[in-house]
């Protein structure tokens, strides 16, 4: 295959590595109402808004937007409260779980530990029947209760889902962005349970608020106390202190357990300047990271099964003063975590550090400092109003230049993602697709590291990658993958016949606005000439042309792998 062979031997990574250079500037932009188009046409800027602000067009979607205007389209997009999602909605309502309390998931999918107790059963008998289940037919009997793994499952779909069918795809990007930015690992001790509450409760509704809200929100959430082990960090003296002076409880007020001892633990308040907030030339040193994490002892959780909540535990916390950056951090109790969380956010590293990943995701993974340094000022000034700041992001040149144009790498969740909006896809089991985004290489909501995903292009592209990308787009353009049917003739039309030229034609014409490099072109050309594993040679003049390996292998380019 000689597609592949050209993966092997390296050329698809330095073409999909390298800067695009087709398409001639333009030399107006009336179409463009106050943005600052002038180097797209506009078909190249609407396919820009839709690759960069969400996940890349549906089927005719570009013609939608120029008949109602791309500056109504993004101000749209900028107020996702004025847009109805009623497919997105249907489909997520068949997802159990997802309205759950942390409480609720705990009682309905209990870890095995749980379930046990509750039959009077020891765990390795409970482990036994479920195995003896597991190995009956389908439908003959079925476990006491649901399986937290169904959790995992759901979240993965409702992601796929939303990126795939939503309306709001600049809430979709951002919601991935801040999860991101504010990553906790699915599988560390009882986030599994904590993760819908998570994303549907600290993070989705702050998208494009005000960052410290979504700051406190993630501060305050049992899986970012759990994830960073805030939960367990208390003032060291406190226990010795409780001892000569016992806490009574409030009339009415029933505390909880104070539980074994334990010291301060520093991985939140490090992470919280280092990732969440200055970022890690932000001027900080070892001692505000201690005095961080004093500020933040007490912000635990209440029960961590019984009742999975915010708590704040006056007994552990460490009443002595603090300085954080020079400051001192005064308001006592609880207030000495929220001091903390508005003297960061204020803090002009913080403006600097989220304006820069922002434009790296948004714009180019080596943005323009100048763009950088005017988004931080509106971080500033609108008080970290994260909608002003992606209005002065999207209302730049720089966002709209022919250098930003093309000029991301998707992530193998955004390629999922495209390629079944692009193939218009009807997906009714999003698990499949889920699994090729981890076969891709990333696994949803299970990186282990505090940072997230990358989002740079070196981190995906790679010869193993890259070829499961092509495998991806071959099967799902070809009807392989289960639960995703895909009806190519109502793309490129059913008149194609034998001839395999006029199909590569409709194919780079619908999927990459026919602008494509004449290395992948010549590359498209030669794998038309050779016999394939899925049917006779696509040149063959008695053949019918196989549309669908056509459509995969252009989905497989390197230019449909750039957003």
């Known amino acids: 295959m000689r597609w592949a062979s050209a993966v092997c031997s390296g050329i698809l990574a330095a073409m999909l590595l390298a800067s695009p250079a087709w398409a001639a500037p333009c030399d107006h932009a009336s179409f463009a109402g106050k943005l600052p188009i002038r180097e797209l046409n506009e078909e190249e800027a609407i396919l820009h808004a839709l690759n960069r602000l969400g996940f890349g067009p549906r089927p005719g979607q570009v013609e939608q937007i120029k008949k109602a205007g791309l500056e109504n389209w993004i101000q749209a997009q900028l107020h996702p409260e004025s847009i109805s999602d009623p497919v997105v909605d249907a489909r997520l309502a068949q997802i159990h779980s997802l309205g759950l309390s942390p409480a609720a998931l705990f009682d309905e999918y209990p870890p095995q530990d749980i379930a046990a107790k509750r039959l009077g059963m020891k765990v390795e008998d409970y482990q036994k029947r479920l195995q003896d289940l597991a190995k009956q037919p389908a439908g003959t009997n079925s476990p006491p209760f649901r399986d937290p793994n169904e959790i995992v499952n759901d979240v993965m779909e409702a992601k796929l889902i939303r990126a795939m069918y939503s309306e709001r795809q600049l809430s979709e990007q951002l919601s991935d962005f801040w999860f991101n930015h504010f990553n906790i690992f699915i599988y560390k001790d009882a986030d599994r349970w904590y993760l819908i509450p998570y994303e549907r409760d600290a993070i989705r509704p702050h998208v494009l608020g005000k960052f410290r809200d979504l700051l406190e929100a993630t501060a305050k ?43 301060l633990n520093e991985n939140y308040g490090r992470e919280l300047m280092e990732l969440h907030t200055l970022g890690v030339d932000g001027g900080y040193k070892q001692e505000d990271v201690i005095s961080v994490a004093r500020a933040f002892t007490g912000w635990t959780i209440e029960s961590p099964r019984e009742n ?42 913080t403006a600097r550090h989220l304006s820069l990943q922002l434009t790296q995701h948004f714009v180019s ?52 993602a495209s390629a079944s909006r692009a193939l218009g896809a009807d997906v009714d089991q999003p698990l499949q697709l889920a699994q090729w985004v981890s076969r891709i290489g990333e696994p949803l909501y299970q990186c282990l590291t505090p940072n997230g995903y990358s989002g740079q292009a070196p981190a995906w592209v790679s010869t193993g990658a890259l070829l499961n990308r092509v495998n991806f787009a071959v099967a799902l353009s070809s009807n392989k993958v289960r639960g995703a049917l895909v009806d190519i003739n109502s793309l490129v039309g059913a008149d194609v016949g034998t001839n395999s030229h006029l199909a590569l034609d409709r194919m780079e014409g619908e999927f990459l606005a026919g602008q494509v490099s004449d290395t992948t072109r010549e590359t498209l050309e030669k794998e038309m000439t050779e016999p394939r594993i899925l049917g006779a040679k696509l040149d063959d003049p008695v053949a019918q042309v196989n549309v669908s390996l056509i459509t995969g292998l252009v989905l497989g380019s390197p230019e449909f792998q750039k957003r």
């Open 221 to 263: 959430s049992p899986a970012m106390m759990l994830y960073l082990d805030n939960s367990s960090s208390a003032d060291p003296h406190a226990f010795d202190r409780l001892k000569l002076h016992p806490v009574r409880p409030r009339p009415g007020e029933k505390l909880p357990p104070l539980g074994p001892r334990r010291g």
């Open 365 to 416: 993974d080596d943005p323009p400092p100048a763009l950088v340094a005017r988004m931080a000022k509106t971080f500033q000034k609108s008080k970290g109003d994260i909608r002003a700041v992606m209005a002065a992001m999207i209302y730049s040149p720089e966002f709209w230049s022919r250098a930003a144009f093309r000029a991301k790498v998707k992530t193998p969740f955004e390629l999922v």
């Open 308 to 349: 999975p909540a915010f708590y704040f535990d006056e007994r552990i916390h460490d009443p002595d003063p603090k300085r954080v950056l020079g400051k001192n951090i005064k308001g006592g109790g609880i207030k000495d975590g929220e001091q903390v969380l508005d003297l960061l956010v204020k803090d002009p590293h």
